[in-house]
């Protein structure tokens, strides 16, 4: 059996959300606690009394997703062997890269809350949207995306499943977009709740500034393969990780064929860790016979530990 723990990314998040784990587990409070000194805020108090609204705010749901996602993996990491491989989706390739050893935490925090902010303020005074498009293969997608390009910025964003992709840009693009999506087929069409056009070149702004910062930051050599959203391939030197993470910002994040290379190369079992089961689900519509387990709580830690080892022993 070969394993794959993965992360998810923005739009995971809900109030509370690592409340039960931190309170549970000493190892995953702590986390908590050093980046809230990292941060200047208490991170685990606006997990728990934040709006919503508040919480969807980019520069305050980047760092609360991706704490969470280390914390329930630091509860329950132990448990599970070590995974031949990690993958993240979006911000959720910061928890996989901590967890390869290739960041240290501390600066990681730093990293992913500027990485908010740079991504927030290049969405100020832009009309953009982010859609989903589900029912349509990524070719016919690409296609019409093309076609609206001189009304303004629309592009995939993110590949998540065979039939659905995300596309982001300028509003009146996307809207055009969507309107010849729809006559080409589209069974359904949701509106993201971001704050702006991620993965898209409205986002070079925050690109460039964060390439700034990357390059304070000491990076070293993956322990476990870590799977690029750019390139859907293992990262390998520090420097083209480097390089990765910077063009992340304004490229696709290329989950389905992330997903394709993992099989290939014998996963066949996914571990999420951090809140909900976005990632168990955009696994299962690309390959559905994976096992696809979660950790979020301490009920899903024995639920998925006890359905684990039945597996091993079968």
Not at 17 to 43: C, H, V, W
Not at 79 to 91: D, K, N, R, V, Y
Not at 256 to 269: A, F, R, Y
């Amino acid at each position: 059996m070969n394993t794959a723990f993965v992360f998810p990314g923005q739009g995971a998040q809900y109030v509370g959300m690592g409340m039960e784990i931190a309170d549970r587990y000493p190892q995953a409070k702590t986390l908590y606690d050093r980046a809230s000194n990292i941060l200047g805020f208490d991170l685990l108090q606006m997990c728990r009394d934040s709006s919503p609204e508040l919480l969807q705010q980019t520069e305050n749901a980047q760092p609360a997703i991706f704490v969470t996602n280390l914390a329930c993996l630091m509860a329950a990491q132990t448990q599970f062997p070590e995974p031949t491989f990690l993958a993240g989706f979006s911000l959720g390739e910061y928890s996989a890269l901590v967890a390869s050893g290739v960041i240290e935490f501390e600066d990681a925090v730093f990293l992913v809350q500027q990485r908010a902010i740079f991504m927030q303020e290049a969405s100020v005074n832009r009309d953009t949207k982010m859609v989903a498009i589900i029912g349509l293969y990524p070719e016919i997608v690409e296609a019409i995306c093309q076609q609206v390009k001189a009304i303004g910025i629309c592009q995939p964003t993110n590949y998540n499943a065979p039939n659905q992709t995300v596309i982001g840009g300028e509003a009146k693009a996307v809207e055009q977009a969507i309107a010849l999506l729809q006559q080409a087929g589209a069974t359904k069409v949701v509106q993201l709740a971001v704050s702006g056009a991620f993965h898209t070149p409205l986002m070079q702004s925050a690109a460039k500034r964060l390439a700034g910062i990357l390059a304070t930051i000491n990076i070293c050599e993956p322990r476990i393969p870590v799977i690029s959203n750019v390139t859907a391939q293992p990262i390998t030197t520090s420097e083209h990780i480097r390089s990765l993470l910077i063009h992340q910002i304004t490229l696709p994040v290329r989950w389905v064929t992330s997903i394709q290379h993992l099989v290939n190369h014998g996963v066949d079992t996914f571990i999420e860790f951090g809140p909900g089961k976005t990632i168990s689900g955009l696994v299962k519509q690309n390959f559905n016979q994976a096992k696809t387990l979660n950790v979020e709580n301490s009920t899903s830690i024995n639920e998925s530990l006890a359905a684990f080892q039945a597996s091993v022993r079968v």
